[in-house]
């Protein structure tokens, strides 16, 4: 899903095949495609306003 952020949203028909050829679902590809928008507003947001961010980082895996 990558390649679809990279490209803004547009994404190849071999690409989507892949997607459901590894066993995901529309409603998954809703999912990802919301993640992948919720990111970007929450990066534009920080970048421009400069807001620090006021919850603690997560631990280190």
């Known amino acids: ?3 679809v952020a990279l490209d803004r949203g547009h994404a190849e ?3 989507l095949d892949a ?3 590894a066993g995901w679902t ?3 590809l809703v999912d990802t495609l ?3 928008g919720d990111k970007v ?4 947001l920080h970048s421009t306003t400069q807001i ?3 919850f603690p980082a997560a631990p280190a895996l």
């Open 52 to 54: 620090p961010v006021d």
């Open 34 to 36: 919301v993640v992948i």
């Open 1 to 3: 899903m990558k390649q």
């Open 41 to 44: 507003v929450s990066n534009y």
């Open 13 to 15: 028909a071999a690409l």
């Open 26 to 28: 529309q409603e998954n």
């Open 19 to 21: 997607f459901f050829a």
